[in-house]
């Protein structure tokens, strides 16, 4: 009998996102094969701190991982394989699937490190997540690439773009969101100059450059997109809003905020459409193992890219799984073939040549 998988699930982070990056971990944890992989839970707190390795058993239950009184810390070693400093555990693990959502862990930060231990890991690397996180710079790619999308400005203080100058380019109403974020976290609709200053005061707490966004009068349309030089996309989902518009509360809060339609009604044409274009911007922003990128269609049929998530969430009512397991790839297989796709970027990697 071969020898499981060890595979360690990264998780908390220091992110506004850290409350899903928790429950995506539980889910994950729960679908994997135990047969297959052997499962370690690395969390981080939201100072930054990574607490030691524990069981799936010893799972947190609580919202947000803290450290106060834990005196023992890890952290991964160089070049070490997969292998941690100070902790108890003796064999490096064979494979890390960060679920980290957000800056400092989706934002090529930790791509970086686990680049830097050798090790395997499932998702984008270093280049894709960092251009895939910055949605000014994933805009300005999407753009040179022919892929469409809706107009928008940038600003790096409260002051560098008025109201006036924003609502004279873009119109009302305006979105306001942090560039380097997720789950609609410091997003704001805006209509007033009032609602505009507060806007950019709420987004400036969480980035230090803000996108100002036209607003697209559009059904929302979420496709997944799964593998590496080759991938392939999922049938399409719609999320439909029953509030202002999709915000945080909306997605993890309130029950009743919004529903998923999947598949979404849409015809043939228009789905071939959307999956041609969620693989280019997936290749495009040189994306790798998974990523959902988000639409909107207009009532005139038109298709806008709003943008990649390079870590969609994985709880239990995300749109990444779920639509996969409308494409007839079921949750638990899904989480193998992520941890069989990075193991064959690692393994291609592996025959580089580092010197002359």
């Known amino acids: 009998m071969s020898r499981k998988i060890r595979v360690a699930i990264l998780f908390g982070g220091k992110s506004a996102e850290h409350e899903v990056s928790v429950r995506s971990a539980r889910n994950i944890a729960e679908a994997l094969d135990r047969s297959k992989y052997e499962v370690t839970l690395i969390g981080i707190t939201k100072s930054g701190a990574w607490l030691p390795p524990r069981r799936v058993s010893g799972l947190i239950g609580t919202r947000v991982l803290r ?46 490190l686990l680049r830097l231990a050798n090790v395997p890991f499932v998702g984008a690397g270093v280049l894709g997540s960092a251009v895939g996180m910055d949605k000014d710079v994933m805009k300005r790619l999407l753009r040179e690439a022919g892929i469409p999308i809706g107009k928008f400005l940038v600003a790096r203080s409260a002051r560098e773009v008025s109201f006036a100058v924003a609502k004279k380019k873009l119109g009302l109403p305006l979105f306001i969101k942090p560039a380097n974020l997720g789950s609609s976290v410091g997003v704001s609709k805006v209509r007033t100059a009032s609602e505009y200053a507060k806007a950019l005061r709420e987004a400036l707490r969480y980035d230090t450059k803000v996108i100002i966004e036209a607003f697209i009068k559009g059904r929302e349309i979420e496709c997944s997109v ?49 999956q041609e274009l969620a693989i280019k911007t997936f290749k495009t922003l040189a994306c790798e193992g998974m990523g959902r990128v988000d639409f909107f269609l207009t009532p005139s049929g ?17 749109m990444y799984p779920k639509l996969w397991e409308a494409s007839g790839i079921p949750y638990s297989k899904l989480i193998n073939k992520l941890i069989a796709l990075a193991i064959e970027r690692f393994e291609k990697q592996q025959r580089l040549k580092t010197s002359r």
Request: proline share 9%; no cysteine.
């Open 67 to 112: 450290s106060k009184k834990e005196r023992a810390l890890v952290a991964l070693a160089p070049e070490g394989k997969g292998a941690l400093i100070g902790s108890q555990e003796g064999r490096p693990f064979d494979v890390v699937f960060p679920v980290l959502h957000g800056p400092f862990g989706e934002d090529g930060t930790v791509q970086g």
């Open 302 to 318: 038109k298709l806008y890219v709003n943008e990649i998530n390079t870590i969609p969430g994985f709880t239990n009512i995300s």
């Open 226 to 274: 799964l593998g590496n030089e080759e991938p392939i996309a999922s049938v399409p989902g719609e999320i439909v809003v029953h509030s202002e518009f999709y915000s945080y509360e909306t997605k993890y809060i309130d029950e009743n905020g919004a529903s998923l339609e999947i598949p979404a009604q849409l015809p043939k044409p228009i789905v071939r459409k959307i």
